[in-house]
């Protein structure tokens, strides 16, 4: 079971290398893709939910002295996202368009981010927990710079400046962590971590500095408010498979990273920061949330409103309660399925029309009744409407921050952030509808005549995408079932 | 099998002598032989410390610790492959030097690199004054020969005149600060300076922390710290490549040796200690900001990495402000063993890909991933490495400087450093995307690589991921 856990990342990152060398891109991908969803569905229903805890652990011991191995395993949650890294990996690779030069790059690059993806989130040791993330980096780059299209070559820099500084922000605040308890009891170890913490080890003097480091590193990497400057312009840019698993998977580390090391270690500090962190969210919710709706392109629209949905993950996180954090988690699954679709059916908008200016477009339900159908389901389940996965836990997490109440003292700050969270739906609604109605609805202009429907390639990757989100909405027990125990176990 | 400990620097110092007497002996063969033959000598001595281990020595100004055995055999590997990058770098000397016969002075540009790491050997052993500076004049003056070497090239020549007086001025420094030290202590040798310090008088003590800075002064200049780095983007800019690959590498190697042996030495005295440290965070601060700030308009890949080459003394230089820490050697040593795979990799590319294209601006990279994939290739994982991608041997260096320096609580370095990396990722990255984004230039053919120069890029490459992803190969390097 554990080797299988291992082929989740070695398979993409071994077929890219194979890939460089020589192998035939597309197919090695494909074989490469489906073989970690493979694994990573029979780990995700493998996992023992009745005990919880950590399971399939291997570890290869490195430096004793630092008490530093490379050690894999899973919970629920690392499970779960490692589950939605797979399938979206999967899509992205399917949905890759033909490229004229540099085919084996291009694929290669797409395995390299996915195998940094799933690396972090199988990753039981800081030091490649962190690392992991990091090998997604100069793909990203490469990939922007080379097969980007329109503004490429600034979204590629901003992005990359953006996130290393991010995550040297993070390295930082992960060593000061590393140093925390005293010298016998250091370990990179995050299982040994989390059974420190509860003798106190990460309670000293430098808790809040370090999980205020924590925070901010962890918080570029998820365009939390106001460093998120650079992920509207590069998941604009960038060429449709990197933005579906970076809007969609990879973005998510910094969150996962929050639930895995910052919240379970430090909780003391963590509270005592919920302050910043809900006035930040609320800037993620209601300034981007009002600047998407400014936006007339649709994969701008899409863009800012992935960075305006971290929001609601960061109140969930906030609200430092059972039902929040769960909320959040399922969150992080929801949207990760919901952006991959919509930004992988808007790849096929731009494929056929060149321009995705909605005062260009109109009418277009006519010539693409299965694209625009399924297009509605995804508008749907991103704004949050109920049988979609993406309600399920918005319903979570706006429980959670109005459950954070002291009992007849009014509103507090949790209800406050939680009410204009829930005006966030709105602007949601008023972004996506909009949306939808240039593009498919209204006269349609002459020129579009020739657009054709989806192809039946992409149609059967989005339909999976949609379904997944169908299934965690009717029955959201079960993600929950596999996340809940962890959270449990910090959160009393 | 033992030998004495010192003859490793005297088989170096044959070696050279031997390539020199070739010269005259062989007159007719190709040159580019003796080169193989300091190859093949210098791989014989990198084997016989890879099997020997510290000891005694019997000397009293030469020690054999576990870090003199790593800067030797950092010295060695080093001058290996600056010889690899000479062969390739042959023909453009050759066009810049008098042409009375066609492969003159060729035999002198081989041998002088392997008197050079004779002189780094020793320097990584002493512990006296003394030897500290013979064997720093040694090098220095091979160097002064090497980077003027092109004799017809002005630029070279400018180069070598600046490398002489300014580096001269900072003998001059060294020299004037051990007369004060001297005179304090009454004592040459760091150890016994180290048991000394303590009883001297509060009267003295302005004195031997005057001597102190003098002496860290011409180190400065030696490892490219900032206030006394402007020779740095001349002189790199204007030698031969592989000298500059070579001045970058080894020349700064041995003087963190040196500096961390002083340093230590005064930590006996904490009220002198203590201000040395204060010294070296400021020079540290203004090494980080020049060489990263300086480095970010740089269109020529030579000056960049001249400027990128200062940016790295200043990591180094918080690795050495934490030097209470218990890591603070070995985060020097690791990141010193970084260093040097990925500034040869760049530099032996570079070689390679201006012997083709005719210069050594960013520009000539542009579309190099279709014109030669490996070498692209090969320059991406030395740039990344360079600006600290994990897994790769750079994050490992940086990772442990980090550490020290969080350890010894250095928190203006800290957030110095972070802004700094991150300029570090713009400018590494100007590269990557002149050899990736950049269309090719018309009609330019496939880059051929000699057989030797695959072989080193390919260890290079390796050896960056090897370091990067097993920690403790590099943890290794400095046992104890």
Redesign the interface.
């Known amino acids: 079971m554990s080797l299988l856990v291992h082929l989740i990342y070695l398979s993409p990152l071994v077929a890219g290398v194979g890939i460089?060398l020589g192998l035939p891109a597309r197919r090695t991908a494909a074989i490469a893709a489906v073989i970690a969803l493979a694994s990573a569905l029979i780990v995700f229903l493998g996992y023992d939910r009745a005990s919880s805890g950590y399971q399939f652990l291997s570890s290869l011991p490195?430096?004793t002295?630092?008490d530093?191995k490379f050690l894999v395993g899973v919970d629920g949650l690392s499970a779960t996202l490692l589950l939605l890294t797979s399938i979206v990996a999967l899509a992205s690779v399917w949905l890759a368009p033909k490229v004229q030069e540099?085919e084996n790059?291009y694929y290669a690059c797409i395995l390299f981010i996915a195998a940094g993806a799933a690396g972090a989130f199988a990753s039981l040791d800081l030091?490649f927990f962190?690392?992991?993330h990091?090998?997604a980096?100069?793909p990203t780059?490469?990939m922007i710079?080379?097969w980007g299209s329109g503004n490429r070559?600034s979204a590629a820099?901003k992005i990359?400046?953006y996130l290393?500084?991010g995550s040297?922000?993070l390295?930082?605040g992960l060593?000061?962590l590393?140093?925390l308890p005293s010298p016998a009891q250091r370990t990179f170890d995050i299982v040994k971590l989390q059974q420190l913490a509860s003798t106190g080890a990460f309670s000293g003097p430098g808790s809040r500095s370090v999980y205020f480091l924590l925070l901010l590193g962890f918080g570029t990497l998820v365009s939390l408010f106001p460093f998120h400057t650079w992920a509207p312009q590069a998941y604009a840019s960038a060429p449709v498979p990197v933005t579906m698993l970076h809007a969609g998977v990879l973005k998510k580390f910094g969150l996962y990273g929050l639930l895995r090391v910052a919240l379970p270690l430090m909780p003391a500090a963590a509270r005592s920061w919920a302050w910043l962190l809900l006035i930040l969210l609320a800037g993620n919710i209601l300034y981007v949330g009002l600047a998407t709706i400014a936006q007339k392109q649709l994969d701008l629209t899409l863009a800012y409103s992935s960075v305006m949905h971290m929001g609601y993950i960061f109140l969930g996180i906030a609200s430092y309660n059972v039902i929040g954090l769960n909320g959040a988690a399922l969150l992080m699954f929801a949207h990760g399925l919901s952006i991959a679709a919509l930004f992988a059916m808007s790849g096929e908008l731009r494929k056929q029309t060149v321009t995705l200016n909605y005062l260009d477009l109109g009418g277009l339900a006519t010539n693409m009744p299965t694209l625009s159908f399924v297009f509605g389901l995804a508008t749907f389940a991103s704004i949050g409407l109920p049988g979609f996965a993406n309600f399920a836990s918005e319903l979570l997490v706006f429980f959670g921050a109005f459950k954070n109440s002291t009992p007849g003292a009014g509103f507090n700050e949790f209800q406050v952030v939680g009410t204009i969270a829930l005006w966030g739906v709105v602007i949601s609604a008023v972004y996506m509808l909009r949306a939808y109605r240039a593009i498919f609805m209204g006269e349609r202009q002459a020129r579009w005549q020739m657009v054709k429907d989806m192809p039946l390639s992409l149609g059967w990757t989005v339909m999976l995408l949609v379904a997944g989100l169908l299934i965690v909405g009717l029955v959201p027990r079960t993600v929950l079932d596999a996340v809940e125990p962890g959270i449990r176990l910090f959160v009393k | 099998m033992t030998f004495p400990p010192i003859f490793f620097e005297l088989f170096v110092l044959a070696l050279g002598i031997l390539i020199l007497l070739l010269e005259t002996f062989f007159e007719k063969r190709d040159r580019k032989m003796f080169a193989v033959v300091g190859i093949v000598g210098l791989a014989v001595v990198f084997l016989f410390l890879q099997a020997s281990g510290p000891g005694a020595s019997g000397m009293a100004s030469y020690v054999v610790d576990p870090p003199a055995i790593f800067f030797k055999k950092l010295s060695v590997l080093t001058t290996i492959v600056v010889l690899i990058m000479s062969i390739d770098y042959a023909d453009t000397i050759k066009r810049f030097l008098p042409a009375d016969s066609p492969q003159a002075g060729l035999g002198e540009f081989f041998a002088l690199p392997v008197l050079t790491c004779a002189g780094m050997m020793w320097m990584s052993s002493a512990i006296d004054f003394i030897l500290i500076f013979v064997s720093l004049e040694l090098v220095t003056i091979s160097f002064y020969v090497l980077v003027a070497y092109m004799r017809r090239n002005a630029s070279s020549l400018e180069a070598g005149v600046k490398y002489l007086i300014l580096s001269a001025l900072a003998t001059g420094f060294t020299v004037y600060g051990i007369t004060w030290i001297y005179g304090v202590t009454r004592q040459t040798n760091l150890v016994q300076i180290s048991q000394v310090l303590p009883s001297i008088s509060v009267d003295n003590q302005p004195g031997v922390l005057f001597g102190a800075l003098l002496v860290l002064i011409g180190l400065g200049f030696k490892i490219a710290a900032a206030p006394f780095q402007f020779w740095v983007p001349d002189v790199y800019q204007g030698a031969p490549t592989p000298i500059t690959a070579f001045l970058s590498v080894g020349s700064k190697s041995v003087g963190f040796i040196v500096l961390l042996r002083v340093v230590q030495a005064f930590q006996s005295l904490p009220a002198v200690g203590d201000k040395l440290i204060t010294a070296v965070i400021l020079l540290a601060v203004a090494t980080l900001l020049y060489g990263n700030l300086a480095a970010l308009p740089q269109t020529n890949f030579k000056r960049l990495l001249a400027y990128s080459s200062i940016g790295h003394a200043g990591y180094l230089l918080m690795a050495v402000a934490g030097i209470s820490a218990k890591d603070s050697g070995q985060a020097v040593v690791v990141y010193l063993a970084a260093y040097l795979l990925m500034t040869l990799l760049s530099f032996l590319v570079l070689v390679i890909v201006s012997n083709h294209g005719g210069g050594d601006e960013i520009v000539q990279f542009n579309g190099l991933?279709k014109r030669s994939p490996f070498l692209a290739?090969a320059l991406?994982v030395a740039m990344?490495s360079l600006?600290?991608?994990?897994?790769t041997a750079g994050?490992l260096g940086k990772?442990m400087v980090?550490?020290v320096a969080?350890?010894t609580r250095q928190f203006l370095l800290?957030a110095l450093?972070?802004?700094t990396?991150?300029c570090g990722?713009?400018f590494y990255?100007k590269v990557?995307?002149a050899m990736?984004?950049q269309p090719a230039p018309a009609n330019v053919a496939a880059i051929p690589v000699s057989k030797l120069s695959l072989a080193a890029i390919i260890i290079m490459v390796l050896l960056i991921f090897v370091l990067g992803i097993?920690?403790?190969v590099a943890?290794g390097l400095l046992p104890g």
């Open positions: 460089l490195l430096v002295e630092w530093l540099g790059g030091f962190y690392a992991f990091e090998l980096l100069i780059f490469l710079g080379i070559q820099w990359t400046i290393s500084i040297i922000v390295l930082v060593i000061g590393y140093l | 991933s290739f991406l990344m600006a600290g991608v994990p897994l994050f990772f980090f550490k969080l350890e800290i450093a972070i802004i990396v991150g990722f713009y990255l990557v995307r990736y984004w097993f920690p403790q943890l």
